[in-house]
């Protein structure tokens, strides 16, 4: 299969081979020209120079460890589907790259004698070269749109990304404040709880002392007293 890919691919689409796109059109059956069954070979002759392949649109600036799901010869396809579906009426670009197709691929000897045949309907180089380079430039915009599409939809997302995570680390940060604040206030506290027996020690003491003192006077006095009452009960007449 992929080699199948590659040799339909040449190198007139091989600029786009790394394009990424998801919604190209559906498959659309080609309505290409008749060929005749049978040519007469020709000397082989050098191919053409492959177009020079278009520059990346953009760069991702967050690597990923993930490995890609997308399957890259899916995309191709869609691509062919793309190049099928903007084929124009008439015998052009298109028709001789099918017509090669069926002769085995485009290689220099099946385009010659394609462009051979579909001379006689009418065909001309400069048509071919012409309409082949529109082609290339239609699929090229279309690609390239649908990127631009999908860079603004990665912009929007890596926006997304930073103010949350921007939200998210001032909140770590306000976090962290409040974290700093309640260890000091609990180290104050430990402090004053090692504090709080001597505060109160002394003056407890004092008070205890003052109750004891109080209820040993009371009871001299009591008894003061009570020995006073029984003298007058027992001996006053």
């Known amino acids: ?5 590659d040799k339909r691919f040449g190198g007139i689409l091989g600029g786009l081979k790394r394009l990424i796109f998801n919604d190209a059109p559906g498959p659309v059956s080609p309505k290409p020209e008749e060929v005749a069954k049978t040519v007469t070979p020709v000397r082989e002759e050098q191919p053409a120079p492959p177009a020079p392949a278009p520059a990346p649109v953009s760069n991702f600036t967050e690597s990923s460890h993930e490995q890609s799901s997308i399957d890259e010869q899916e995309l191709i396809q869609k691509i062919y589907q793309l190049f099928e579906s903007i084929n ?3 015998v052009d670009f298109f028709e001789l790259w099918n017509a ?3 002769m085995g691929g485009p290689t220099p ?3 010659q004698n394609a462009y ?12 071919a070269m012409k309409t082949g380079r529109e082609y290339l430039q239609e699929i090229d915009q279309k690609i390239k749109a649908d990127v631009q599409s999908k860079q603004q939809e990665k912009d929007h997302l890596v926006l ?6 921007a939200s998210l680390q001032s909140k770590e940060s306000e976090l962290e404040k409040q974290i700093l604040n309640l260890q000091k206030a609990l180290q104050d506290t430990k402090a ?5 027996d001597s505060k109160y020690t002394k003056p407890i003491f004092i008070l205890d002392d003052k109750m004891r003192v109080g209820l040993s006077a009371l009871a001299i006095v009591n008894k003061e007293i009570n020995a006073v009452l029984n003298t007058v009960e027992h001996s006053v007449k």
């Open 160 to 165: 997304q990304l930073q103010q949350e995570k």
């Open 1 to 5: 299969m992929q080699e199948e890919n």
């Open 88 to 90: 124009k009426p008439g």
């Open 192 to 196: 004053q709880l090692t504090q709080v």
């Open 109 to 111: 000897v099946n385009i």
């Open 100 to 102: 090669a197709e069926k």
């Open 116 to 127: 051979t045949t579909l001379s006689i309907l009418g065909l001309s180089k400069e048509m």
